[in-house]
């Protein structure tokens, strides 16, 4: 997964980035004066790569940043965070706080759905498919 968060340190503005593994957990971190960009995720992966790291999949937020970073790379093995794709889907569509309608509740597992099936490999299949059954069902079901 990766990320980065902002720090203000002396009055001035950093920009941490982290590399975590679902398994081992922090794999590396870059610390960058300045506000998020592509320099900083590129340093991160440089890094990654000179440790002859190899990711399976790179789980992000979406960011333009980190975007271009997998350009860069060219790296296809992306994955947008299903939290922030649940928050915009529930921004996006002004889901409502409460419980929802019947006919709302399909049309946004159906959306979710679509997700799933567009994976590109099993293994993201797979993954997306135990996401929505563990987090997505139990929140939108009766």
């Given at each position: 997964?990766?990320?980065?968060?902002h720090?203000?340190?002396?009055?001035?503005?950093?920009?941490?980035?982290?590399?975590?593994?679902?398994?081992i957990g922090?794999?590396?971190?870059?610390?960058?004066?300045?506000?998020?960009c592509?320099?900083g995720?590129?340093?991160?992966?440089?890094e990654?790569?000179?440790?002859g790291?190899?990711?399976?999949?790179?789980?992000?937020?979406?960011?333009?940043?980190?975007?271009?970073?997998?350009?860069?790379?060219?790296?296809?093995?992306h994955?947008?965070?299903?939290?922030?794709?649940?928050?915009?889907?529930?921004?996006?569509?002004?889901?409502?706080?409460?419980?929802?309608?019947?006919?709302?509740?399909?049309?946004?597992?159906?959306?979710?759905?679509?997700?799933?099936?567009?994976?590109?490999?099993?293994k993201?299949?797979?993954l997306?498919?135990q996401?929505?059954?563990?987090?997505?069902?139990?929140m939108?079901?009766?």
């Open positions: 997964m990766l990320d980065a968060t720090h203000s340190i002396g009055g001035k503005e950093y920009y941490e980035y982290l590399a975590l593994d679902t398994q922090l794999v590396n971190r870059h610390l960058r004066k300045g506000r998020e592509t320099y995720y590129r340093v991160l992966l440089e990654l790569e000179l440790q790291y190899v990711p399976e999949v790179i789980v992000s937020d979406g960011g333009k940043g980190i975007s271009s970073t997998l350009r860069y790379f060219e790296l296809n093995i994955q947008r965070c299903h939290v922030h794709i649940l928050r915009d889907i529930r921004r996006g569509f002004r889901m409502p706080k409460k419980r929802m309608k019947s006919t709302l509740r399909k049309y946004y597992i159906y959306k979710y759905a679509k997700l799933v099936l567009a994976s590109k490999n099993e993201q299949k797979q997306r498919w996401h929505f059954e563990r987090v997505v069902l139990k939108w079901t009766p």
